[in-house]
């Protein structure tokens, strides 16, 4: 497997308030993603990062910010968690986002919002 | 905006049955991946299609990769209980990410 962590791995949290997800990786990957995984809807792609401090949104980014300081680090955060961001988020990596590169995935964090 | 469906949605079969799961593209692709999650597991890379009529095995898995480069397939001849989980196909068009199907579930009965 690749050398990529998610923290925490399950988190309850109540509705309101601001909830902050980790990935992070040992490859030194240029690219860094963040899906969530939710029943009937596949894996769909939120943020993602090209680079230190590059970043795009991705197909369901409304609610959700993220920032990349170093390479190795890729934060999702959660403004003001909703029960609708109830869901198991992964972090991918690739080495490059253009085509014909595999991503690796991390072990995902289970997240539910009361 | 783009969109990959894949059908069924789950299936179940007896162990030693051959297994299908089909992805269609609403949009030309440039490339097809497809993806294996075992339960409670994370998504883990299979293979990567870019040719037309492209066919690629492994082991008892066979792909490919339609004429049009719009729909793809996944066979698993004579399953085992340990291909159990949900395939995912994730197709990229150009220089845009990589578009996920909703999966398939598959579930064997010893």
């Known amino acids: 497997d690749a050398g990529i962590t998610q923290s925490p791995r399950h988190k309850v949290t109540e509705t309101g308030t601001p909830v902050t997800l980790r990935c992070h990786q040992t490859e030194n990957h240029r690219y860094m993603y963040w899906y969530r995984q939710d029943p009937g809807h596949g894996l769909r792609l939120i943020h993602y990062?090209?680079?230190?401090?590059?970043?795009d949104k991705g197909e369901v980014s409304d609610g959700y910010s993220v920032s990349r300081s170093k390479t190795e680090d890729f934060l999702l955060t959660l403004e003001s968690a909703t029960s609708s961001q109830t869901s198991v988020y992964f972090c991918?990596?690739?080495?490059?986002?253009?085509?014909?590169?595999?991503?690796?995935f991390g072990p995902g964090t289970r997240l539910t919002v009361t | 905006g783009q969109q990959v469906m894949q059908i069924p949605q789950y299936q179940h079969v007896q162990e030693g049955e051959d297994f299908t799961t089909y992805c269609n593209s609403s949009?030309?692709?440039?490339?097809i991946q497809w993806y294996k999650q075992r339960p409670g597991g994370h998504p883990v890379f299979l293979i990567q299609?870019?040719?037309?009529?492209e066919v690629k095995k492994q082991k008892r898995l066979t792909f490919q990769f339609g004429e049009a480069k719009k729909n793809s397939s996944l066979h698993i001849t004579a399953t085992q209980t340990t291909d159990v989980g949900t395939y995912f196909c994730?197709?990229?068009?150009?220089?845009?990410?990589?578009?996920f199907g909703t999966g398939t579930r598959l579930t064997v009965i010893p």
């Open positions: 991918a990596i690739s080495e490059s986002g253009q085509g014909y590169y595999e991503q690796y």
């Open positions: 990062s090209y680079g230190v401090k590059d970043t």
């Open positions: 299609l870019v040719k037309s009529g």
């Open positions: 949009t030309t692709l440039s490339n």
């Open positions: 994730a197709g990229q068009t150009g220089a845009n990410n990589l578009f």
